[in-house]
C-alpha cells in the first residue's frame, strides 16, 4: 500500500503543471465550488498572509491533493483565515485525508479550522446558507418564496416603498472595484466591530490588504467586486463579495444605521442576486445561520465542521482554556459560549502575528465572554 507523504511549498513555486492538476480537482470535486478553492484565491492569499505555504501531498509518486495553509506560532490555520469562509483539501472526490491525519502529516501542534470541507471526526458541523435558484431564476425563487413567507416579503415591499419615499430613487449597482469604495466599506466594519464589541479583524493591515488584492485580480470567471444600494444621496448599503464559476458569496456587509428600519442590506442582497441571477449565477452563499432573515431566503446549504485537533500531549490550547472559564453558564448556554470563545480566539490568532496583538485581541475576548456569562452566574 503506498503511504501518503506530504511536501510543503511556497505557492510561487508550484509549476503550470500543478495548477493545472489543481483545477482538474476542483472541476472533478462538487464539494470544491466556492471561490476559496480556486488557484486565484491561494496566489493571490499566499502573497499577503504572512506565513503561507502549500502541502501537496503525494502518494505513489503522483500527487494526490493541496492544502494552503499559514503558520501562527505553534499552530496551522487555512490559508487566509479568518477570511477564508470555505476550506479543506483540494482533491478528487474520495481522495482527500481526513482533518486529524492531515494534521499527523503536517506535523501541527494545533491545526484550528473554522468551515473545512471534507471528513472530520469530533468536530462541530455547521451549515453554511444558501439560495439555489431555480430553472426559472430569480423570478421563479421570489415566487416561491412570496408564497411561503407572503407577510415577510411584503414587509420587505413595503419598506423599499418607504425608504424611496423617505430617501428618494433606489439604485442598485453591482461588479464595482473601487479602491475608495473598498476603503470606505472596511472603515465602516471596523467601525461595527467597535461597537458590538468584536475583534477587528482588518486592525493587522494584511486582512484589508488581501481583499484590494482579490478586488484587483481577475483571472476568468474568478474574481471580487463591490454592489451598492442608494437611496437619493444616501450610500444605504454596500457589499464585498467574491465570485467563481455560478456561484456567488456575499462576504463583507455594511448598511447605514440610519437606514437601518428598511432593511436596505436585505434589499441590496435581494437586487444582487436579482442581477446577477440575470448573468448566470445560480448559487449565493449568506454563511452561517445565525441572522434571523435567513430563514425565509435560503433553500440550500453545505455543511461544514469546525474545531481545533490538538496533538496528544501538548494540553489544552488557549481557546480551550479561556472556555472553561464559561463552564458555569452551565448546559447549552455554555456550550454556546464555549464555541464562540473559540471562534473568537481563533479569529485573533488568524489575525494577529506577534505576540503583542493576541494579547490584547484574547483579553477583549475574554472580558465579552465574562460580560456574556455574567447573567447565568447571577442566576445560579
Known sequence: MNTLTVEIMAADALGESEWTLWREMVAAN?????????????????R?????????????GEITGFFPFQRRGGAILPLGAPMNDFHGV????????????????L????????????????????DCLMVALPEDGYAGWYAERRATERKYFKDKERARRGLERDLGVIETRTNQRDTALLDHLIDLKRDQYRRTGRHDIFACGWTADLLHALMDEQDGDFGASIATLTAGDTMAA???SLHAGDRWHFWFPVYEPAAARCSPGIMLSMDTMRLMGARGYRVFDYGFGGEGYKKYFCNASQTVREGVIVRPGLGATVSHAAAGVLDAAGGERGARLRNSVRRRWSAIEACETNTGGRARGVLQAARAALAKAGPARAEA
Open 107 to 126: 506535523n501541527a501542534p494545533r491545526l484550528n479550522v473554522g468551515a473545512w470541507v471534507g471528513e472530520a471526526r469530533g468536530l462541530v458541523e455547521r
Open 48 to 60: 499577503v498572509s504572512p506565513g503561507a505555504a502549500v502541502a501537496v501531498l503525494h502518494r505513489g
Open 30 to 46: 462538487p464539494d470544491l465550488t466556492s471561490a476559496y478553492f480556486r488557484p486565484r484565491f491561494t496566489r493571490v492569499a499566499a
Open 90 to 105: 483540494i482533491a478528487r472526490p474520495g481522495e482527500a485525508p481526513d482533518l486529524h491525519d492531515l494534521a499527523r502529516l
Open 238 to 240: 454596500m457589499e464585498f
